[in-house]
């Protein structure tokens, strides 16, 4: 799934009323308003990762739950752990820095540069779709259970490693 960002720009462009069409006519202005858009579209897409996120985190509770009432407790601190781990990982997305961050107030990133964030970012949806496609088999598997445990850890693990990636395309931004 790739973002279309010049059909994103054109409906934004589409939805100013007339003060906002007026205003971006002025010299230096129009810069100043797409990267404020920019800035907006990224955090909405780390939002929209990070609540996919919680919905593996529930498909986790699921699976808790599922165990706790068959009566099988030797696996419930492992998937306690991959909630721990999923955490950790919504919190990356939810609270992560893009351009303007108080750490580098200073740094005026381009239109380019901050898209291929938000390419990024938008990429990361579609790997959480697919972390969370795997997490939801977790409570139906009853063969093996510990093995998928594991592998549902490593998945986990695997997120949030490519998730620090998006650290230096910032870096190489800034």
């Known amino acids: 799934m790739q973002p279309d960002l010049e059909n994103l720009k054109k409906r934004i462009g589409e939805s100013k009323d007339l003060i906002d069409r007026i205003i971006d006519k002025l010299p230096g202005y129009t810069g100043y308003i797409e990267k404020g858009e920019l800035y907006e579209a990224d955090r909405v897409v780390r939002g929209f990762v990070a609540a996919k996120l919680l919905d593996c985190k529930r498909h986790v509770d699921d699976a808790i739950r599922a165990e706790t009432k068959k009566g099988a407790m030797e696996h419930l601190a492992d998937l306690e752990s991959i909630n721990t781990l999923i955490e950790k990982a919504h919190k990356k997305c939810a609270y ?29 949806i579609a790997r959480a779709d697919q972390l969370d496609a795997e997490i939801a088999r977790l409570p139906a598997a009853q063969e093996n259970f510990a093995a998928e445990i594991e592998r549902i850890r490593k998945l986990v693990s695997d997120f949030e490693k490519d998730f620090d990636q998006r650290k230096t395309i910032v870096l190489e931004v800034i």
């Open 96 to 124: 992560a820095e893009f351009g303007r961050s108080a750490s580098s107030s200073k740094v005026n990133p381009s239109s380019e540069e901050m898209t291929r964030v938000i390419e990024f970012d938008w990429r990361m």
